[in-house]
């Protein structure tokens, strides 16, 4: 057989194997979000749903209902990152979040999967020796841990008590003490 001819056999092989898993999805009704999304600039909504269903893994059980209710949104943080990236660079990350879903044995991709799988699948990711793995591994970490921990909801859950600020901006409070920022003195 001419190598030519093998390579050729790989290929029809590999785009045999995306339609099946494609049509599968589509039967069963997999390719649905499972969460409302926020304005898109960056990322597709099957992009946008893999960053949630990693977000969430990452985070723990509470993360899903915290992004449900709107306390949460790391896809806009994860659109942060990107925007502050060369275009190329957001190509490769697109690249990296479809790998991420389509490197995943069975029909669900990554995210049908349970929580436990995808955590092994996330911790695969953050000790790979490729650096597309660990990169699109990074964003999704950062973007998790930044916009997690800036949302108001979660901070007792964290054992934070809020950023502080310098004291003179608070009534009764000598020039210079850091005091808990009080949010009721300015949000109304």
């Given at each position: 057989m001419k190598?030519r001819d093998l390579l050729?056999?790989g290929?029809?092989?590999?785009g045999?194997?995306?339609?099946?898993?494609?049509?599968?999805?589509?039967?069963?009704?997999?390719?649905?979000?499972?969460?409302?999304?926020?304005?898109l600039?960056?990322?597709?909504?099957?992009?946008?749903s893999i960053?949630v269903a990693?977000?969430?893994?990452m985070v723990?059980?509470q993360a899903?209902?915290d992004?449900?209710?709107?306390d949460?949104?790391?896809?806009?943080?994860?659109?942060g990152?990107?925007d502050?990236?060369?275009a190329?660079?957001?190509?490769?990350?697109?690249?990296?979040l479809?790998?991420l879903?389509e490197?995943?044995?069975?029909?669900?991709?990554?995210?049908g999967?349970?929580?436990?799988?995808?955590l092994d699948?996330?911790?695969?990711w953050?000790?790979?020796?490729?650096p597309?793995?660990?990169s699109?591994?990074g964003l999704i970490?950062a973007?998790?841990?930044?916009?997690?921990?800036?949302?108001?909801?979660?901070w007792d859950?964290?054992?934070y008590?809020?950023?502080?600020v310098?004291?003179g901006?608070h009534?009764?409070?000598p020039?210079?003490q850091?005091?808990?920022f009080?949010w009721?003195?300015?949000?109304?």
């Amino acid at each position: 057989m001419k190598r030519r001819d093998l390579l050729k056999g790989g290929l029809a092989l590999a785009g045999l194997l995306a339609v099946t898993k494609a049509g599968g999805r589509w039967l069963i009704g997999a390719e649905t979000p499972p969460l409302p999304l926020p304005t898109l600039r960056f990322l597709s909504e099957r992009q946008a749903s893999i960053v949630v269903a990693a977000a969430c893994a990452m985070v723990g059980p509470q993360a899903e209902a915290d992004y449900a209710a709107g306390d949460w949104d790391p896809v806009t943080d994860f659109e942060g990152l990107l925007d502050g990236m060369a275009a190329d660079q957001r190509d490769l990350a697109a690249t990296g979040l479809h790998l991420l879903e389509e490197w995943t044995f069975g029909l669900t991709g990554f995210s049908g999967q349970d929580r436990a799988t995808q955590l092994d699948i996330l911790a695969a990711w953050r000790t790979s020796e490729n650096p597309l793995q660990l990169s699109i591994w990074g964003l999704i970490h950062a973007a998790t841990t930044s916009s997690y921990g800036k949302a108001r909801v979660t901070w007792d859950r964290l054992g934070y008590g809020g950023p502080c600020v310098p004291s003179g901006e608070h009534k009764g409070r000598p020039p210079g003490q850091l005091a808990a920022f009080e949010w009721d003195e300015v949000v109304p």
